[in-house]
């Protein structure tokens, strides 16, 4: 399997706990590598196709990202009544004949909540994986005679 078939059933497995309702393994894979110029312009790297190569830092990161897009996405639909959870009766009484429905608003703050975790974890793994990957772009003063060979 694939790097990114690999992470996409990694997703499933234990960010969904393998539910398949929540979203399938082909269309997480499929977001990832529609998106991965986005990972691509976020840590300045080339990777492309479903045979990408990436490393164990990108797929955390390409993980937050998608997380982040799932969470923004559960927290519209929540909005309009498309989640699973909106609209489904929560308790009954009796006795003064009181009926609860879930709150659309709320269910959407926990999804949104969950949509900014995800992407401040993104940005601080994004900041990390830049500056630890980072090469220096010019060598000068002392220590550009030991890349040069001329000492001074």
């Known amino acids: 399997m694939s790097i ?5 059933q990694d997703i499933l497995d234990n960010e969904f706990d393998g539910d398949t309702d929540v979203a399938s393994s082909t269309a997480i894979s499929g977001w990832l590598e529609a998106n991965l110029g986005r990972l691509n312009s976020l840590i300045y790297t080339s990777f492309s196709g479903s045979g990408a190569d990436l490393d164990l830092e990108a797929q955390s990161i390409h993980k937050e990202l998608y997380l982040y897009h799932h969470y923004s996405k559960q927290a519209r639909n929540s909005l309009r009544g498309i989640t699973r959870a909106t609209g489904e009766i929560l308790s ?3 006795g003064n004949n009181s009926i609860s429905f879930v709150n659309r608003n709320e269910v959407s703050k926990v999804y949104r909540g969950l949509a ?4 401040a ?9 830049n500056i630890y990957q980072a090469e ?5 003063g002392i220590e550009g005679e030991f890349y040069t060979g001329q000492a001074g």
């Open 4 to 8: 990114l078939g690999d992470l996409s």
């Open 92 to 94: 009954i009484s009796d």
């Open 116 to 119: 900014n975790d995800s992407q």
């Open 121 to 129: 974890r993104a940005n601080q793994l994004v900041a990390h994986y």
């Open 136 to 140: 220096p772009l010019q060598v000068g």
